[in-house]
């Protein structure tokens, strides 16, 4: 809208955000301390919301974290990447969910080709579309 030069408040644009959320056209994501992520986060935002979880984004005392997914008795922690391909790019997935010291479930979904699942320290590397057909 600024590019228009239109002049629109911050209460107007969170009025309207809150009548497409109300719509279901869009969700809105608890955000903490986050920098954005390609398109594949919301591919399996939606499907962890469809799993049932409670989804929050941010970060935990480890580090970055994508999602920390609640729902009764169970808590699980995911990171979502495009392509794993470099060890710079899988420390930076990897290394904050390594750091967490509880006993959770941790995930990194991506489209790394040829992948269906592989754990790690732990932490279990799964496909983008084994996790869509399969869930967690």
């Known amino acids: 809208m600024k590019s228009q030069k ?3 408040s911050s209460n107007l644009i969170l009025l309207y955000r809150g009548f497409y959320a109300e719509a279901y ?3 809105v994501v608890p955000r903490y301390d986050i920098h954005g992520k390609k398109v594949i986060e919301n591919a399996v935002y939606k499907q962890l919301c469809f799993l049932g979880f409670d989804v929050k984004v941010g970060v935990l005392n480890a580090g970055e974290v994508d999602f920390v997914c609640t729902k009764p008795g169970k808590t699980v922690y995911v990171q979502a990447s495009y392509i794993i391909s470099e ?3 899988r420390q930076r997935e990897f290394g904050p969910l390594e750091k967490i010291r509880d006993n959770h479930p941790k995930y990194v979904i991506s489209v790394t080709p ?7 320290n732990g932490i279990t590397h799964l496909s983008l579309r084994k ?4 869930g967690i």
């Open 6 to 8: 239109e002049n629109v």
């Open 25 to 27: 056209l869009i969700d």
């Open 87 to 89: 060890e710079s790019t």
């Open 114 to 120: 040829l992948l269906t699942q592989r754990d790690e």
């Open 131 to 134: 996790f869509l057909k399969e």
